[in-house]
């Protein structure tokens, strides 16, 4: 099918996969559905690459950043920052009344594992947790979430690593064990290509013994609830959003067993190269090299163009292309390439561009 959306999220959905949310409703106790949650857990578990704890909620991905703070911090926590949805982590974490430190980063670089380090060294005493966005989606920056959280493991076994990886899952190798990762939080209506309702998560042995001698965290988040209805009936505390994950165990199906994760990981690599490649005459990556973001790509256009111009030009020849974010949302555009998009989408998008790019700026 030829896709025109090109926006990080909510990403085009296969018609199939919308089609499953047309299935007749059941009651969420229910023996049928428990089928489907003993579908979506398993696939989940490899989704994240992890044989702890995985879990889905009916909520968006920032419920779960608030989620991973109530759960695994009961007092002080360190923010990394370098754009928009890095910084929604502080803001979370300063109105809950937390301590709350941060370690800045300029919009359109990486974290920098160096920085990083010296500044867990210069503590006095350890931080509860230390968050992460794995890819920044203002920026189109992706981290190297494998090397932070080494760094974070090497200076305390007691600091927890929490993970935005909102944009990141299913697009970008991502593996919770073998990285050392405590709780890692994701969305439906990106990398995973289902429409915006659910959000799943992957939680540490260690950052569940956290969340039980955690007090007050509230109960619709609560992890070891999350836990216990999985243990004793294979399903979750409250009600879910039915459609949405008829939907989930279609697509964790195939992204698991049909496409394959690996090759589902090569596929936003080519597409983010055919971005990069296809604009770097009329337009700059915002971000450093060898950080280039599989998912979203942000771009600061050149010759005098401005980025509302292109994001304009592209909608009138049929193409939805995103805006900037934040405060750069003024100098850049993005291109959204994640989820079930293919390399021809891509390519078909580009031509447009290109045509785009090949008229005279408006003055």
């Not at 509230?218 to 039915?242: K, L």
């Not at 390519?347 to 090949?358: K, P, Q």
């Amino acid at each position: 099918m030829d896709c025109r959306y090109f926006i990080p999220g909510p990403v085009w959905v296969r018609p199939e996969i919308l089609a499953e949310m047309t299935r007749p409703m059941v009651g969420h106790r229910s023996g049928e559905f428990r089928q489907v949650m003993a579908r979506i857990f398993p696939d989940l578990k490899v989704l994240f690459r992890t044989k702890q704890n995985a879990f889905v909620a009916s909520c968006s991905g920032t419920g779960l950043l608030e989620a991973a703070i109530l759960n695994c911090v009961p007092r002080s926590v360190l923010v990394t920052t370098c754009g928009a949805f890095s910084e929604r982590w502080f803001h979370i974490a300063n109105r809950l009344g937390l301590e709350v430190d941060r370690l800045d980063h300029e919009w359109g670089q990486a974290v920098d594992p160096v920085k990083l380090a010296n500044h867990l060294a210069g503590r006095h005493h350890r931080y509860d947790a230390v968050t992460i966005t794995h890819n920044e989606t203002s920026t189109g920056v992706l981290n190297d979430l494998e090397t932070l959280a080494r760094v974070v493991r090497e200076h305390s076994d007691e600091t927890l690593v929490l993970v935005d990886a909102v944009s990141s899952l299913a697009s970008a190798p991502l593996e919770f064990d073998a990285w050392g990762l405590d709780v890692c939080v994701a969305s439906s209506q990106k990398g995973i290509g289902v429409p915006p309702g659910a959000a799943v998560f992957a939680v540490s042995d260690r950052a569940m013994a956290r969340s039980e001698s955690e007090k007050y965290k509230g109960m619709y988040f609560d992890f070891i609830e999350f836990r216990r209805h999985f243990e004793e009936s294979c399903n979750v505390p409250y009600t879910p959003a039915v459609p949405i994950y008829y939907a989930l165990a279609a697509q964790l199906e195939h992204i698991v067993r049909g496409e394959g994760l690996e090759a589902r990981w090569a596929r936003h690599r080519a597409m983010r190269d055919s971005v990069l490649a296809g604009t770097a005459e009329h337009a700059d990556p915002l971000g450093p090299p060898g950080h280039e973001s599989p998912s979203v790509t942000t771009l600061v256009p050149k010759h005098g163009r401005t980025p509302r111009s292109v994001v304009d030009a592209m909608k009138a020849r049929g193409f939805t292309l995103s805006g900037g974010y934040g405060r750069i949302k003024d100098d850049t555009f993005r291109i959204g390439h994640m989820g079930d998009l293919t390399t021809a989408d891509v390519e078909t998008m580009l031509a447009a561009l290109r045509e785009v790019f090949a008229e005279p700026p408006a003055k």
